[in-house]
């Protein structure tokens, strides 16, 4: 029998029974459609985040460094700094690479800063102010926000390079505000200490509790001159122009660098960002758990409908088999109608999570997240690979749910299936 | 006892056993026969006698006990399923007692449902089943589903099924057994108009003496064993 004919049959076969095809084609909805949106609710907080990360934080797609700089980098710098001349050749090469959209430098520090009455630790990171604006305008760009919301190199110039910028917890610890004078102190790469005085350029929220009162900008020279160490850098970060590119052009460049002779490690973004990763975690876990038990619920309304359905029509299927009907193609009949009801409930989920994330998106809701400071809306994507498993998922569920009673109803022996009452 | 080396189906010594809990119940006791091309042939006999059992060998639905089944000379007993299914589905039609049709579809498409089983083209199918429909007088009613026909048409729509893919036999198990005097007389006729128009055998049971009188040759079955074979015509 032709697939059409199989279908045809199948979709008289769901019309049979309006209310049990109607009670399970609505559970298989609703579940398609809390998937779909919880997806799509991730997906946008995946990517906020990741814009966050590669953009606000300014990650870049790639950060290039000494082999073991991440782990031994502070208790040596001197070891883990690259040199002018290497920054330089590396520059150059990584610069040559299609995808790449901007390469700048940066350099770690930390330290104490004092407002001279009261001190506090900070961490800072030295960047090369136009770079990193443009870094940061990333986020603005992919966001459609009017300005970079998080600021933190806005203000910074290297025509000024004793102009830093702090984030609000910081600055509110020391009670310091733009234009107020400060002083740093740190050692130099040899070990001594160095103290610098500095302008306070820009206050910013990083948006994080737990870097809000730590973290500040500075321009690179002003870092490389607290730590003595003239035209060196200890890590490149690099933009591409395409995140999905990341994993491809971190391989060409690890070979291409190895081949130059540079003993390097290149990190990616979402490897640099603990919040990004953890995050995703969760919310994965998360998916799977909601996924588990929605494929569950589908598994049971599925074989419930289809077992009956079965069982009804115990005596057709011996007729069936009766007039020609192969044992498979009586599975397939079946198989098919489950399949049928997956896809029209799938379209049925899929309206419904149009019309559910219309609404969300418009309504203008906003949350403050756990470890957050600020408010963010409560939007929801399309996460068209995650709706396209589902469906696909769900319909291998339903199938094997249907299978399981069409085939023992196909295997049973026609004259037993004729005399059923 | 007709036999004849040429026979469309032969039956040799077949036996057919039940268990029912600790209870073996012989529906069949070596039963040997006979059937040839384009007889009309009835099978009677009191309840019990086996003669659904006998349907459903001569039906290939059902496999004996013991004995063997030829169909054209062929041993069916060695065909796989799939295997017999198919040559069941060419060569084999079938009317049920209850009719058997399925309810969600016209009876332009019941009819049609045994060549759309076999991979004939919708188009083809339907028209063919169409044909079929005109032949046993319902083809006004080729859109009408089941259960809007009475007990006379749905067993004519049955008949047409049977005939559809044009097969060397038809089984009719009691065809008449849920049917008033008149359509069972009226069902009887088509059938013998389509043996007689189309060669094709027909082979059914029933209980009402009165269907016998224009058949070519009665079988009577009693305790799982012919117990006459009358040659009429």
Redesign the interface.
């Known amino acids: ?2 697939a ?2 199989y279908l045809a ?1 199948a979709l ?2 769901l ?2 029974n309006r209310r049990r095809a109607g009670v399970t084609l609505a559970a298989i909805a609703f579940g398609f459609a809390a998937i779909a949106l919880f997806a799509g609710y991730t997906h946008n907080i995946y990517r906020g985040l990741s814009l966050q990360a590669i953009h606000g934080e300014l990650l870049g797609h790639l950060t290039l460094s000494k082999r073991g700089m991440s782990r031994e980098g502070k208790l040596a710098p001197e070891r883990y700094l690259l040199s002018a001349d290497d920054i330089s050749r590396i520059r150059a090469l990584v610069a040559a690479n299609p995808h790449v959209k901007l390469v700048t430098l940066r350099l770690a520090l930390s330290g104490i800063v004092s407002n001279g009455r009261a001190s506090t630790i900070f961490v800072a990171e030295g960047v090369e102010p136009e770079a990193a604006r443009g870094l940061q305008d990333g986020l603005r760009d992919a966001m459609d926000l009017g300005a970079a919301p998080t600021g933190g190199v806005r203000n910074l110039d290297t025509e000024k390079p004793d102009h830093v910028t702090l984030a609000a917890g910081l600055a509110g610890l020391l009670h310091l505000k733009p234009e107020d004078s400060a002083v740093i102190l740190s050692n130099t790469l040899g070990g001594q200490a160095n103290a610098l005085d500095i302008r306070i350029a820009d206050v910013f929220n990083t948006g994080n509790a737990a870097t809000n009162d730590l973290y500040a900008y500075m321009p690179l020279q002003l870092v490389r001159s607290l730590y003595d160490a003239e035209g060196r850098a200890d890590r490149l970060t690099i933009l591409l122009d395409d995140v999905a590119a990341t994993e491809s052009v971190r391989a060409d460049l690890m070979r291409e660098l190895a081949a130059a002779g540079f003993d390097l490690e290149i990190r990616t973004w979402n490897e640099l960002s603990t919040f990004y990763t953890q995050v995703r975690g969760m919310f994965d876990m998360i998916f799977g758990f909601i996924f588990s038990i929605v494929l569950t619920v589908v598994l049971m309304s599925v074989a419930n409908s289809m077992g009956m359905a079965v069982v009804e029509r115990t ?2 299927i ?12 009586v599975v397939r009949l079946f198989v098919g109608e489950a399949a049928l009801l997956v896809l029209l409930g799938c379209a049925v989920g899929l309206l419904l999570t149009l019309g559910v994330r219309y609404g969300i998106n418009v309504a203008d809701i906003a949350y403050v997240p756990p470890n957050q400071t600020e408010p963010v809306p409560l939007l929801v994507d399309l996460d068209a690979a995650r709706i396209a498993f589902t469906a696909l998922m769900m319909a291998v569920v339903a199938a094997f749910a249907a299978w399981m009673p069409a085939r023992r109803a196909a295997r049973q ?3 037993d299936a ?1 005399g059923h009452v | 006892m007709p036999t004849s080396a040429s026979s469309l189906l032969r039956l040799t010594d077949i036996r057919r056993r039940f268990h029912l809990g600790e209870t073996v119940v012989e529906a069949l006791g070596g039963v040997s026969l006979d059937i040839q091309a384009g007889e009309f042939l009835a099978v009677w006999g009191p309840s019990g006698s086996g003669k659904s059992t006998l349907m ?1 060998m001569l ?1 290939l ?2 496999q004996p006990t013991s004995g063997m089944v030829q169909f054209d000379g062929a041993d069916v007993g060695a065909l796989s ?2 295997a017999l ?2 040559f ?3 060569r084999i ?2 009317v ?1 007692q ?1 009719f ?1 049709l ?4 016209s009876a332009l498409e019941n009819v049609a ?2 060549l ?4 004939v ?2 188009t083809a199918a339907l028209a063919r089943a169409r044909a079929g429909l005109e032949e046993v007088g319902l083809a006004e009613f080729t859109g009408t589903r089941p259960d809007r026909l009475s007990g006379g048409q749905r067993q004519r729509v049955a008949i047409a ?1 049977a005939l559809i ?1 044009r097969p060397d036999m038809v089984i009719a198990d009691e065809p008449t057994a849920n049917l008033d005097s008149d359509n069972s007389r009226m069902v009887v006729d088509l059938m013998r108009q389509m043996n007689q128009a189309h060669g094709v055998t027909f082979v059914f049971t029933t209980h009402d003496p009165r269907l016998l009188e224009h058949v070519d040759r009665k079988l009577l079955l009693r305790d799982g064993r012919i117990e006459s074979d009358e040659v009429t015509a």
């Not at chain 1, 011996?318 to 193609?329: C, H, K, M, S, Y």
């Not at chain 2, 399925?102 to 579809?105: E, G, T, Y």
């Not at chain 2, 759309?116 to 991979?119: F, K, L, N, S």
């Open positions: 029998m032709k059409s004919a049959i008289r076969g019309l049979r005596r057709e011996g007729t069936l088999r009766a007039i020609g009907l192969r044992r498979a193609g022996p026609i004259i004729l | 459903n039906g639905i059902d399923d799939d299914t198919d069941r589905g060419r039609g079938f049920f209850s058997n399925v309810p969600v579809l449902l045994p759309q089983i076999q991979g083209d919708k099924r893919a």
